[in-house]
């Protein structure tokens, strides 16, 4: 009797050890979908920023996350505003791509950092620094311009005798969305980059992307080759988008086309982090609002200022 209750009572607290283990197991399941999904929002944001960018040419497109793309329009800026040929960027983005995936990242092999992976104790800069994309990004182009004729040799090459890495052929994997998104945003290809996002549903200020344009074009807009300007959107635009502010940035490339749309280029690929709504240009224009087949191009658009490149962010 003894030994049978026992063995009822042992058999008893199994029984009810499986049926907590269900529930736990649930909690434990919901506890870390949620876990998830809060890391999720906190790494990428709003819903304003989910989308992607593509860039096309070469016979192929490549598509890029909003992040990795207003990375990609920053090593690119720093070129342009260097006045360095295509090339250049070509060959900073295929290393960057390699190294970080075109993330700012705080972490890699021993001292590695950023978007170059560059290491502090191999003179690149302090960590600060290093973290600093604008300053990777001239640090990189420091080194590169010291070799000669990098304009004329194999990208996967020159990117080795900048880098040193320990994988010397792994550049040559990413030359082709490399050439492509440096064509786009050193403004070869006119307009080029598209992106497809969710709308903004906010008031931002067109002062962001200003902001922005003096920081990654300084030399541009200190020379005067780039001049940027706040003005009633009513004055540039016969119709001006129903979810955009009631002030426009109007950027004048002074006359330099491929200077304009790499700049109209660029602030599409900041339209993610900065609310950007309308970008035109000669004619052309990428609305944010417009999903699906027509979002694969520039659409036509009918402004007054033809010249210059006006950016529209959100009013609401």
């Known amino acids: 009797m003894a030994a049978g209750a026992r063995r009822r009572g042992r058999g008893s607290r199994r029984s009810l050890a499986r049926h907590l283990a269900v529930p736990l197991t649930l909690v434990l399941l919901f506890s870390a979908i949620a876990g998830g999904s809060y890391v999720a929002l906190q790494r990428y944001g709003s819903p304003a920023h989910e989308g992607t960018c593509v860039a096309t040419g070469l016979g192929t497109s490549h598509r890029y996350s909003t992040d990795r793309v207003a990375n990609a329009a920053l090593i690119t800026a720093i070129a342009v505003d260097r006045q360095l040929p295509p090339r250049a960027a070509s060959i900073a983005l295929a290393t960057a791509y390699q190294e970080s995936q075109l993330q700012n990242i705080d972490y890699g092999d021993r001292d590695s950092l950023g978007l170059f992976q560059q290491r502090p104790s191999q003179g690149w800069g302090t960590e ?67 992106c497809t996002l969710a709308a903004v549903g906010a008031t931002v200020s067109p002062e962001q992307v200003r902001s922005e344009l003096l920081r990654q074009f300084p030399r541009a807009v200190d ?94």
């Open 128 to 194: 600060e620094q290093i973290q600093d994309p604008v300053y990777s990004a001239n640090a990189f182009y420091d080194e590169l311009v010291r070799i000669p004729g990098y304009t004329g040799a194999d990208i996967n090459d020159v990117a080795q005798q900048v880098q040193r890495s320990g994988h010397p052929e792994a550049y040559r994997d990413h030359e082709t969305e490399g050439r492509l998104y440096a064509s786009a945003l050193t403004g070869q290809s006119g307009p080029n980059l598209v």
């Open 223 to 316: 020379s005067g080759r780039l001049t940027s300007a706040l003005t009633a959107a009513s004055g540039t635009l016969p119709q001006p988008s129903a979810d955009a502010g009631a002030t426009a940035l109007v950027i004048d490339p002074g006359g330099d086309a491929a200077l304009g749309w790499a700049v109209a280029n660029w602030a599409v690929a900041r339209a993610a982090d900065d609310g950007v709504v309308r970008v035109s240009y000669q004619g052309r224009v990428w609305d944010r609002a417009v999903h699906g087949e027509e979002a694969r191009s520039w659409g036509a658009a009918d402004d007054g200022a033809t010249g210059h490149v006006v950016v529209l962010v959100s009013g609401r």
